[in-house]
């Protein structure tokens, strides 16, 4: 990317002064080096952003920004509502709430070793992953609703894990004010046979290895050292989500002249907070954010009778779960006034900082976990929300590595067959219903998440506190 | 010349159908998007599925024809290798012919999310062919 158009305010932070028709300044939070591997696309989609009616602030992009749909990868936006801010679906994006979810094992690797490639095929057997893969639940109409309207509170009703798990979910696992009824018939349909599946693309189950603790007094709260054995577990809200974005985006694209919005792309596509469609859109998204919930918590039920079937010893808690493609009412301090802001974050993680009432108790003097995905095969990253972070991007951090290069390009250099042999010399087993699949999610085509993390890191907007490597993948 | 190519897109993938006519072009498009998926080439199309689409210009009507596949796709766990298209003003009637996913024979890498409006293009080329494309999110 080309830096001129940026003034420098600090080696972390990149802005663009309002200009054209940009309400706020654009912000990117990077590396210099980062900067100009980054996607001439993020420029242009952050500027668009800061067109927006209701915009506060500014229009921001996180550290592992890349080009999306009308918002970068790594956007994040807030607006006002009684300003004439607005919703957009674009900038949730088609898979809402996609998210990652950690949980404690209480084992060690000497545990694992003797059992991976048993913990491997159990996994893989018990966690539906891939294309056209269905889950053990199927859902009636009335199911169905009950699901979207309580998300993992619904789940665990239903006996998919623990109550205890639910106070380290954030909304402590059910989004309010979610409208079922929103939700189209063609959106439920995709997701009758989906709940408790991971999908595929870079969605996947890993169990993980403590490497590096960074902070030892955040890694304490998070009941982290070095030497743990863990398992993250990244999808999102399957068939529903995609099918309530893409009509959204339709409907919203259409009406946006009827409000007077002129869209500089037409996946802005948005629509006054203050509108039929715009509540319409918020009570679907919130719908969706509760099936993500939902799924993730069925996930882990799954996981759990995998690891009892062959370490029963274990014991898998719950660290954290967290969305990463979201539109949430949040509480900030704008220059020193309190508003009540839509907070839109398009594959950027929620980061909120010690002391907010909305986090669970054992974390809130330590800051929110912020759950960071690597790449299948690479490593992953815990990190915390912090004081600066609240200042910086209303409580935002990055939220994985981001792609170096296409699908197309790596399936024409890697061979899926290689790479999993390649990796289980390594000790890393992977397991996946589509070698092509594994191809195309390749760890050497996606960028570097340890530059991205150092850069969240040093940009304030989250604190390090430990690094994760793969052990065993189950990759959809 | 008919025929289908895929262009990228950072995280996901372009889907680009070429034809004679708008159809044409439209039901390239679609082999396109199944070719994202696995290989067109191992679908046999023993089952078919019609469906109907609105949309006020033909850029939204692509998406929402690429949209609808993905629907039925998911839904009904099939895949596409054949397609008929009609396209009448801003109504599209169409057949497309697959078969059920069969994991170990087809491979599918990955499904497809969505069709977008990013990179959405339906447009007569200076030689007379159509061409019709977007990315699909993966």
Redesign the interface.
């Known amino acids: 990317m080309d830096l001129s158009r940026f003034s420098k305010v600090s080696d972390y932070e990149w802005r663009v002064e309002p200009h054209g028709k940009m309400r706020v300044p654009a912000v990117i939070f990077a590396s210099e080096t980062l900067m100009r591997d980054m996607d001439e696309k993020v420029f242009e989609q952050v500027t668009n952003v800061a067109t927006l009616p209701g915009i506060v602030k500014a229009a921001y992009a996180m550290p592992d920004a890349h080009w999306g749909y009308g918002f970068p990868i790594g956007g994040v936006a807030a607006f006002d509502a009684d300003q004439g801010g607005v919703v957009s679906a674009g900038g949730v994006g088609f898979d809402i709430s996609c998210g990652v979810r950690t949980l404690h094992t209480g084992l060690t690797l000497d545990d694992i070793e003797p059992v991976k490639q048993r913990l491997a095929d159990t996994l893989f057997a018990r966690v539906p992953a891939g294309v056209g893969s269905t889950g053990r639940i199927h859902l009636s109409a009335q199911e169905m609703d009950a699901m979207l309207k309580g998300g993992a509170q619904w789940a665990v009703k239903q006996g998919y894990g623990e109550a205890a798990d639910l106070a380290r979910i954030e909304e402590n696992g059910c989004m309010a004010d979610a409208a079922p009824h929103e939700v189209s018939d063609f959106a439920k349909r995709r997701q009758r046979d989906e709940v408790g599946t991971l999908g595929s693309g870079n969605h996947y189950l890993e169990v993980q290895r403590v490497m590096e603790i960074f902070d030892a007094r955040i890694a304490q709260a998070y009941g982290l050292k070095v030497g743990d054995i863990v398992v993250s577990i990244h999808c999102g809200s399957r068939g529903l989500g995609h099918q309530i974005g893409t009509e959204f985006l339709k409907r919203m694209a259409l009406s946006a002249k009827d409000y007077g919005i002129q869209l500089p792309d037409r996946e802005l596509a948005c629509a006054p907070i203050h509108s039929d469609i715009g509540q319409q859109y918020l009570g679907a998204m919130r719908a969706a954010i509760n099936c993500a919930l939902a799924n993730r918590q069925v996930i882990t039920h799954l996981t759990r009778e995998a690891f009892a079937a062959v370490l029963p010893q274990a014991q898998l808690d719950l660290l954290y779960d967290v969305s990463h493609n979201t539109c949430k009412l949040e509480t900030h301090v704008v220059d020193g006034v309190q508003r009540r802001l839509f907070v839109h974050r398009k594959g950027a993680t929620r980061a909120f900082g010690p002391g907010r009432s909305d986090l669970p108790e054992q974390y809130r003097h330590v800051g929110q976990p912020v759950l960071i995905g690597g790449s299948m095969g690479t490593a992953s990253y815990i990190l915390a929300g912090c004081e600066e972070s609240e200042s910086h991007a209303f409580g935002s951090a990055c939220h994985g590595a981001g792609r170096a290069m296409s699908r197309t390009q790596a399936t024409k250099r890697w061979r899926g067959r290689e790479l999993v042999d390649d990796l289980a010399r390594h000790g890393i087993l992977i397991r996946s219903p589509s070698l092509r699949g594994v191809a195309e999610e390749a760890p050497g085509a996606y960028k570097d998440v340890s530059e991205v993390v150092d850069a969240a890191d040093h940009a304030g907007l989250a604190r390090k506190v430990a690094k994760l490597a793969p052990l065993l993948c189950i990759k959809g | 010349m008919t025929h289908w190519e ?1 262009f ?6 372009g889907v680009r159908g070429i034809g004679n006519t708008l159809s044409e072009a439209f039901e390239q498009a679609a082999l396109a998007m199944t070719a ?3 290989d067109p080439a191992l679908v046999q199309a023993t089952e078919s599925v019609t469906v109907t689409c609105d ?2 210009d033909a850029e ?1 009507l692509l ?2 024809w690429l ?1 609808r596949l ?2 039925e796709m ?2 009904r ?1 099939l895949l596409f290798s054949h397609f008929q298209v009609t396209i009448q003003g801003e109504q599209l009637t169409a057949t497309a012919w697959g078969e ?2 069969e ?1 170990a024979r087809h ?5 497809v ?6 990179e ?1 293009k339906v447009a007569q080329t200076e030689t007379g062919e159509w061409l019709a494309q977007c ?1 699909v ?2």
Not at chain 2, 8 to 13: K, L, P
Not at chain 2, 113 to 118: I, V
């Open positions: 895929h990228t897109h950072g995280a996901d993938i994202v998926i696995c949309a006020p939204y998406a929402d949209n993905v629907f998911a839904t766990h059920p996913v994991v491979q599918p890498a990955v499904e999310k969505g069709a977008t409006y990013t959405l990315i999110d993966v």
